[in-house]
C-alpha cells in the first residue's frame, strides 16, 4: 500500500467538484457511495433533500449532475447572497407580502429553467415556438448575455412590466407564437401581482408544449448560510417564498413535464417556517439524510464504506472492503472500565472517529485529511488523533458558528460562546443547568448585552443546545436483564415523523466529546 506522504487530501465542500475538468478523475469521484438515497432522490415526488450542514445534501447532486444517465438529466444553482439584498430592497420598494415572494421565486425558478433545459429539447421548430419567442425574449432583455443564475433572473422579474413587454412584442402571446401575426397592444402595468401572474403565464405558455429528451431536475442549493447584513426575519421570509414556490411547481405545472425542482435544505430552517401541512410533505415529498450506525455495527455502515474507500481507492491494487482500514489505522481506543475485569475496554480505530463525529460523511473525512496531514509512515497511531484534534475542533466550531448564524447575529454568537466558559463538568443536571443559565444572565445584564435567539429561559436554551447536538439527554434504562446509559442525540433521533426532537426535561446532560474538548469543557 502506499505511504501515508502518497495519499490525497478530499476537498471540504462538494460543490468544488462540480462540473470542473478534473472531477472525472477525482478523490471525490472514486469514493463517492452510490446507494438507495441516489433513487429516492431521483423519484418525481421528492422535491426536498433534508440534511445538516456537511451531511451530503451537495454532494448527492453534484453526482448526479456530473453523471446524467440515459433518462435524468440535472443542474445545480446557488442562492447567492446579492439575491437576499435585492429582495429586501424590492420588498421596501414594492410593497411585498409572502404570496408575492413566492411568485418571484416561480418567476425566477421559471426563467433560469428555460436557459438550461435548451439542450433536452428535441428538435422540432414548429412544436416549440412560444419557447423560442421566450428565448428570444430573453436574449433581447439581456442582450445577449444572460447566465442562467437567480439573482440575474431576479433583475427580470423585478422589471415585469419590461418583461412582459418584451415577452409580446417577441409573439410568446401571439396565437402563433410570432409577433408580426397579430397586433397586441403594448401591456400597463397596473399591480405587480398582476404582472407577475402575467410572466408567469407566459413562461408556460412557452413551456407547456415542450418534448424532452430526458427528465430534469434542477437543485437549488446554498440557501444553508444567513448573509450577516440580512436579518433573520428577512432571510427566513426570502426562503419560505423559496419553499413555497418549490412547493407550487412541482405539485401543479412542472409535474407533467418530466421537471423537478429540488431544494436542499437544513431541517432546522424548514422546521422553523410555518408552512401549511409541512409535516406530512416531509414524510411524503423529502428524502432524510441520516447516517446514523452504533459502535458494534459500524463495520457494515456507510460511513465506515466512505472512510475505507477514501485510502482504497487510492491504491494501485484492489482491496477487499476494511483491509486498507485496518492496515493504515491498527491501533485501538480506550472504552470504559470493567470492574469485573478489572481493565479498561477498547474499541477500534474508526470508533474513535465517531465518537468525535455528529455522523456526518464531512466529519469523518475532515478526520481524515487531517491524519493524512499529521502522519508518517505506513499507518497512523494514536499519538495522531491526539495531534489532530486541535484542528478539528475549529472545523467544529466553525460548523457550529454558521448553524448558529442564521438566528443569531456576530454579537449574539460571541455572547453564545462564552456561555460554555460557565461549566466545569461534561456532565450536568438540569436543576445545575437552571443555576448556570440563570448565572449567565446576570452576567449579559451587568455587560448591558441582549440575550441571544432561544436562550431566555433554561428550557429554550436547552432545546437550543441539543438541536445543535452539543449535548445529548442520558437515561439508565433496563435493556436485556442489566441497567444500562442510553444516550438520546437530536440528529439519532430525527425522522421522517419528528424531524426537530425534542430533549426531556428534567434529565441528565452530557457534551458531545468533540464540543467538550473545544469549549475546553473538562
Not at 445538516?52 to 444517465?69: F, M
Not at 476494511?322 to 485501538?332: H, I, L, Q, R, T
Not at 509512515?377 to 454558521?402: P, Q, V
Amino acid at each position: 500500500m502506499k505511504k501515508i506522504s502518497e495519499l490525497q487530501q478530499i476537498k471540504g465542500d462538494a460543490y468544488e467538484y462540480y462540473n470542473t475538468s478534473s472531477q472525472q478523475d477525482s478523490l471525490f469521484e472514486k469514493i463517492f457511495l452510490v446507494d438507495e438515497i441516489m433513487d429516492e432522490i431521483k423519484s418525481p415526488d421528492k422535491y426536498f433533500v433534508i440534511g445538516e450542514k456537511g451531511s451530503g445534501k451537495t454532494a448527492y447532486a453534484v453526482y448526479l449532475s456530473n453523471h446524467p444517465s440515459v433518462d435524468i438529466k440535472s443542474k445545480i444553482k446557488l442562492v447567492e447572497n446579492t439575491v437576499y439584498d435585492k429582495f429586501v430592497t424590492m420588498k421596501q420598494n414594492k410593497s411585498l407580502d409572502m404570496s408575492t415572494y413566492k411568485d418571484i421565486w416561480v418567476n425566477m425558478i421559471y426563467l433560469v429553467l428555460c436557459e438550461e433545459i435548451r439542450n433536452l429539447i428535441q428538435n422540432n421548430p414548429l412544436k416549440h415556438r412560444y419557447y423560442m419567442s421566450l428565448t428570444k425574449a430573453i436574449e433581447k432583455f439581456y442582450s445577449n448575455a444572460f447566465k442562467p443564475e437567480f439573482i440575474n433572473a431576479l433583475e427580470f422579474v423585478d422589471k415585469s412590466s419590461a418583461s412582459v413587454n418584451t415577452m409580446i412584442e417577441n409573439g410568446v402571446f401571439s396565437l402563433a407564437g410570432n409577433a408580426e401575426e397579430e397586433f397586441t397592444p403594448k401591456y400597463v402595468e397596473q399591480s405587480y401581482q398582476l404582472s407577475l401572474m402575467k410572466l408567469k403565464d407566459g413562461f408556460e405558455k412557452a413551456l407547456h408544449p415542450l418534448n424532452m429528451r430526458n427528465k430534469f431536475i434542477l437543485f437549488i442549493d446554498g440557501i444553508d448560510a444567513r448573509p450577516t447584513h440580512i436579518s433573520n426575519k428577512e432571510y427566513l421570509d426570502c426562503l419560505k417564498g423559496l419553499v413555497n414556490a418549490v412547493i407550487t411547481l412541482n405539485c401543479s405545472f412542472l409535474k407533467g413535464l418530466g421537471i423537478k425542482i429540488a431544494l436542499l435544505i437544513r431541517p432546522d430552517i424548514l422546521y422553523s417556517m410555518s408552512i401549511h401541512n409541512m409535516n406530512q410533505k416531509i414524510r411524503d415529498n423529502a428524502v432524510l439524510l441520516k447516517w446514523v450506525t452504533t459502535y458494534k455495527s459500524y463495520r457494515e455502515s456507510k460511513l465506515f464504506t466512505i472512510a475505507d474507500s477514501y485510502l482504497a481507492k487510492q491504491q494501485d491494487s484492489l482491496y477487499a472492503r476494511g483491509v486498507c482500514w485496518d492496515s493504515y489505522f491498527p491501533y485501538k481506543v480506550t472504552n470504559k472500565y470493567n470492574k469485573r475485569l478489572g481493565r479498561h475496554l477498547s474499541d477500534d480505530s474508526f470508533v474513535g472517529l465517531l465518537r468525535y463525529s455528529l455522523y456526518k460523511p464531512r466529519d469523518i473525512l475532515t478526520m481524515l485529511n487531517e491524519f493524512v496531514s499529521v502522519g508518517t509512515g505506513d499507518s497512523f497511531k494514536y499519538r495522531d488523533f491526539d495531534n489532530i484534534i486541535a484542528n478539528y475542533s475549529e472545523y467544529l466550531k466553525g460548523e457550529l458558528k454558521d448553524y448558529m448564524l442564521i438566528y443569531m447575529s456576530e454579537e449574539d454568537y460571541s455572547n453564545f460562546y462564552n456561555f460554555f466558559e460557565l461549566f466545569d463538568n461534561v456532565k450536568f443536571s438540569y436543576n445545575e443547568f437552571m443555576r448556570i443559565h440563570k448565572k449567565f444572565l446576570e452576567s449579559l445584564k451587568d455587560l448591558n448585552r441582549a440575550i441571544p435567539y432561544k436562550m431566555e429561559t433554561p428550557a429554550e436554551t436547552l432545546q437550543l443546545l441539543y438541536d445543535s447536538n452539543i449535548i445529548c439527554c442520558e437515561e439508565q434504562v433496563y435493556k436485556y436483564g442489566k441497567l444500562r446509559n442510553i444516550m438520546s442525540w437530536s440528529y439519532k433521533e430525527r425522522n421522517y415523523a419528528n424531524i426537530q426532537p425534542e430533549v426531556k426535561r428534567k434529565g441528565t446532560y452530557r457534551f458531545h466529546s468533540a464540543y467538550a474538548r473545544a469549549f475546553k469543557i473538562l
